[in-house]
Every structure is written in C-alpha cells, then in structure tokens.
C-alpha cells in the first residue's frame, strides 16, 4: 500500500498491512535536528521524515509579513505561543462593546496562497494535512477575554461570550472556505483544534462546551467534509467526555490521543469507541519518549497497535513536539515499531 492509502484505509477503519505512523505535525525541533545531523547526517526535514518513514506530509499556510513577504515557507510547521493572561476585549461588558472592541480574526488576505497541484505533485503517494488555521473557539476565547475574564463571561455573561464566538465563527469560516476551495483534489485531511483540557480533566464543563462550543465546531467540521476531506480534530489531555461528540459531529480522528491523561487508556478506548474515531498519537513524551529504553517504546507501540486490532482507526505518533527531552533513538524506535506487519489493523 502507499501512505495515502494506508492513512485513507485506517480513517474508515478498513484492514491495512501496517498501522500508519507520523512525526506529529511534521515538526522536527531544534535538538531533534541535532539528532539526525550528528547519528544519520540528515539535514533537512524530507530526509528526516524519508528516513522515517512517515506516512503524512503536513502543510501550514504561511502568514505574510506587513511588506507582503511570507512570513515562513509553506511547507514548515511551527509551534506558537500565545499569552492569555489579557486580551484586547477584556473591558467588553456588553454585547455592543465586543462589536466595538473586536479587531477581526485572521483573514485570507493575511496568507500566502499554498500553490496544492504542486504539493500533491511532490508527495504523490503520501496523505497531506492541511493546517488552515482556523479558529480553536474556546482558545481564541481566552486570548481575546483573556482567560480570566473568558471564564466569567461564560458564567456571568454569556451574551457577551457567545458574541464574540459568532464573530469568530464568520473570520474562521472564511478563512477555512478559502483555502478549502483551493485544496479540493490535492489535500486529504485538515486539522481543525482547540486545547481545552489538562492531563486531569477537562478545563471547562463537558455540558457546556457541548451547549455553547460544539454548533461552531461542527460547522467547521460539515464545511471540511463537504470538500471532501477528513477531519483530523486536535486536543491534547483528558478529552474522552466529549469523543462520543466529536463522533456525533462526524470528525474523523483524534490527535493526540494522550494515553497519560485521565480516561484515556487505549485498550478502554479503542472497546468503547474503537471503529467510529480514529486515534493519531499514543507514544507519550514526558517519560516514554524522553527517559524510556527503545524497547520499552516499541512494546508501547506493539500495545496500542494491539488495542485496536479489532476495529482499526489507529495512527502511531508521539503525543507532543518540541520537548527538548525526547531523545531521537526513541522517535527511530517508535517508527520502526509501527511497521510491524503482525500488528497490521
């Protein structure tokens, strides 16, 4: 099989002759770099993920700069970092003050336009991810409110809070439309995402993120499928309240799938909601990967990959990106063990 079709095949939980693995997001870090440099004399990001074996090549619409100029090349993934302790609607008391005080959102004049014949060209046999940006609800609540703020509007005022989701959800859908168009033919999924949960819980109440949250989301969600993309929905920690959800909305797979966070074990998961979401992620960062033998990796990807021999949907990758602990023989390991045919879902 090709990439492409073992990543299409395992989305809709058909047999395949090995589970899929990934890079998760296609992001190599700078001590992740240093790795392949000085143990296999790699140098670029394609002979890392070649090396690899990586089944998806990701894409990330690059954001201009004011002089028109790409801020980052259109096929590099970056991490960003956001402050959320103010934000520029933190005096909004009112519905009229979130009308007033709102700036917009991200808007297609504010990107690059992907050039996608091209890049399904350049990986014609790999599944290609698009990242369009669009809007995570509950975060870029938190960033516009700030998160304290955020919080109470919730509570106290939820007029207020609701306002600025529709203001959102019409930046976000424009934004999502633009590049969707575009895509059609050449991307195979999208990665819509919002984090809103820690290892323990959830940061906000299941009923209400189902009650004010999910509608916006799931027009997203209706939008990328109507194009004829899968979703690849992304929320790190302990999120298993709201899968039955994000299977009622018709997203396709979870990334992470953080099997150290709360309810989250894959053999629970993959009993009870096996073969109608998909799993991308499963090898964690904060021990396995970082202080963990190459053994004891590959027997948790020979275990996650058992898990769902049944019922398919799984997707090796590691949980997290960017954490200077990982050591680079693990993400080897951790590749090497998602070949393993006898575990073919």
């Known amino acids: 099989m090709t990439s492409r079709e073992r990543v299409l095949e395992t989305l809709s939980f058909r047999k395949t002759d090995?589970?899929?693995?990934?890079?998760?997001?296609?992001?190599?870090?700078?001590?992740l770099y240093d790795y392949f440099a000085t143990a296999h004399g790699l140098h670029d990001r394609d002979s890392i993920l070649d090396f690899l074996g990586t089944d998806f090549r990701w894409i990330e619409v690059a954001q201009k700069e004011t002089d028109g100029a790409a801020k980052s090349a259109p096929h590099q993934v970056t991490a960003e970092t956001t402050d959320t302790s103010d934000g520029p609607l933190g005096s909004a008391k009112t519905v009229?003050?979130?009308?007033?005080?709102?700036?917009?959102?991200?808007?297609?004049?504010?990107?690059?336009?992907?050039?996608?014949?091209?890049?399904?060209?350049?990986?014609?046999?790999?599944?290609?991810?698009?990242?369009?940006?669009?809007?995570?609800?509950?975060w870029a609540s938190c960033q516009q409110f700030g998160m304290q703020e955020a919080f109470y509007n919730m509570v106290d005022a939820p007029a207020v809070y609701e306002a600025l989701l529709e203001r959102l959800s019409v930046d976000s859908?424009?934004?999502?439309?633009?590049?969707?168009?575009?895509?059609?033919?050449?991307?195979?999924?999208?990665?819509?995402?919002?984090?809103?949960?820690?290892?323990?819980?959830?940061?906000?109440?299941?009923?209400?993120?189902?009650?004010?949250?999910?509608?916006?989301?799931?027009?997203?969600v209706a939008l990328v499928h109507a194009h004829d993309m899968k979703v690849l929905f992304h929320s790190c920690g302990a999120v298993r309240p709201i899968l039955p959800d994000l299977i009622e909305m018709g997203v396709d797979a979870l990334e992470v799938f953080q099997i150290n966070a709360a309810g989250m074990e894959p053999r629970s998961i993959a009993k009870e909601l096996g073969g109608r979401l998909a799993f991308y992620g499963g090898i964690e960062v904060q021990h396995l990967l970082s202080f963990g033998t190459r053994e004891e990796v590959a027997a948790q990807v020979r275990y996650n990959?058992?898990?769902?021999?049944?019922?398919?949907?799984?997707?090796?990758?590691?949980?997290?990106?960017?954490?200077?602990?990982?050591?680079?023989?693990?993400?080897?390991?951790?590749?090497?063990?998602?070949?393993?045919?006898?575990?073919?879902?």
């Open 18 to 31: 090995r589970a899929p693995c990934d890079l998760m997001d296609g992001r190599i870090w700078p001590e």
């Open 96 to 138: 009229a003050d979130v009308q007033r005080l709102y700036g917009g959102g991200r808007k297609p004049s504010d990107f690059a336009m992907s050039d996608f014949e091209a890049i399904r060209a350049r990986w014609p046999d790999h599944a290609i991810v698009l990242l369009p940006h669009a809007t995570p609800y509950f």
């Open 305 to 345: 990959i058992d898990c769902f021999r049944a019922c398919g949907g799984y997707i090796v990758a590691n949980c997290h990106s960017h954490i200077r602990t990982i050591k680079g023989d693990n993400i080897v390991a951790m590749c090497e063990a998602a070949k393993w045919t006898e575990g073919a879902v």
């Open 173 to 220: 859908q424009a934004l999502l439309l633009h590049f969707l168009s575009a895509a059609v033919g050449c991307v195979d999924i999208v990665e819509l995402w919002d984090d809103m949960a820690g290892q323990h819980s959830m940061m906000v109440d299941p009923a209400w993120w189902r009650r004010v949250i999910k509608p916006w989301l799931a027009k997203e």
